[in-house]
């Protein structure tokens, strides 16, 4: 189709080919920029854990018109081992990332994030004392005996999750 402007011809159809163009290509943009952010919050909310996991950006898919990209967390497996009471040695391998999300044993502010059914407080690893008033002893890898109520979670994912919402306007104004 063709529509005459001005004694010049417009081929309205090159037009939207280059603007579908223009747009999806910033659309695969916005959606790595988004993850980018997500992932420096995730880093940035480690907590005693960081250093201990990566994060990255998945595959940019588009279905639809729709296009998407995901914030992939990694977490390292950590392998801890302490003596229990009466003798013996108990051992979990952790993952560094659940770990910081949902910590081990620490009571957390359910008001600012709930626990979702099979997760959350004592579920990780089936940690025995997550709910114990009274913490627990543990060795450290010098020997030394320590005290604990358990680890905080930081929630690095959920953190992440939750300033990708907050701050898209802002991050999608970078893009050039």
């Known amino acids: 189709m063709e529509i005459r402007l001005e004694g010049k011809f417009l081929d309205v159809n090159a037009l939207q080919r280059k603007l579908n163009t223009a747009v999806g290509e910033y659309a695969e943009k916005a959606v790595i920029a988004l993850c980018e952010h997500g992932a420096k919050v995730a880093e940035s909310n480690m907590g005693n854990f960081t250093g201990n996991a990566s994060f990255s950006v998945g595959d940019v898919k588009r279905s639809n018109g729709v296009y998407e990209a995901s914030m992939i967390g990694k977490g390292d497996t950590i392998h801890r081992e302490w003596e229990v009471a009466g003798g013996g040695t108990h051992f979990e ?39 114990d008033e009274k913490g627990w002893f543990y060795t450290d890898d010098n020997g030394v005996l320590h005290h604990s109520y358990g680890t905080a979670p930081t ?9 990708m919402m907050r701050d898209a306007e802002r991050v999608l104004k970078g893009i050039k």
């Open 93 to 131: 391998d952790i993952n560094a990332l659940l770990m910081a999300e949902f910590g081990s044993g620490f009571l957390a502010d359910t008001s600012k994030f709930p626990n979702v059914r099979g997760v959350g407080q004592g579920t990780l690893n089936k940690y025995h004392h997550a709910f």
């Open 155 to 163: 929630h690095p994912m959920h953190k992440a999750d939750m300033a």
